[in-house]
């Protein structure tokens, strides 16, 4: 009796996991998650864009590459980070081999599909597609250059 309890309050749990992520928004999720990432958004200008309800997809580097960044202008960490924000929400599966995507920024991203992996400027795209309120969040292996 006890194991049929806790299986269904897990399953219960996972559901209010999935709906709760279509509650919040995208910097919500950063703040609670992605600490340094959610500094240097705030610090760059971008966390508004990223709270309101336009659809976005952030393509979020790894939080120990984003280091490098703290400390750097204003400036210099918003030129970044605008490359790493698309508008519209973008399923792994939406990245065609070919496609050419403008970013937040006005750069270009190019995508390149081998052996199974889609690249972004050639960095790997991971597992992803955690949906949002107003967009969603890639994992990406690094950070995204002209």
């Known amino acids: ?5 806790f299986f269904l309050s897990a399953e219960s749990a996972r559901a209010q996991d999935e709906t709760g992520s279509q509650r919040i928004t995208l910097m919500q999720h950063v703040i609670n998650e992605r600490p340094v990432l959610a500094e240097l958004l705030t610090t760059a200008g971008l ?3 990223l709270s309101g309800s ?9 939080e120990a590459s984003l280091q490098v960044l703290k ?3 204003a400036e210099k960490i918003r030129s970044v ?8 929400k973008y399923k792994a599966t939406d ?12 750069e270009t991203l190019y995508v ?12 790997k795209l991971q597992a992803g597609d955690k949906e ?15």
Do not use: W
Request: aromatic share 8%; hydrophobic share 40%; proline share 7%.
């Open 112 to 123: 390149c599909r081998r052996k199974g992996s889609t690249l972004l400027n050639g960095v």
């Open 132 to 146: 949002f309120r107003n967009g969603i969040v890639q994992e990406i292996e690094g950070f995204l250059q002209p």
């Open 47 to 49: 966390a508004p864009a």
């Open 71 to 73: 400390g750097q202008s």
């Open 54 to 62: 336009t659809d976005y997809t952030l393509l979020a580097p790894p």
């Open 1 to 5: 009796m006890l194991l049929v309890a």
């Open 95 to 106: 990245f065609k081999e070919g496609a050419k995507v403008p970013t937040y920024g006005g």
């Open 81 to 88: 980070l605008a490359m790493h924000i698309i508008k519209g």
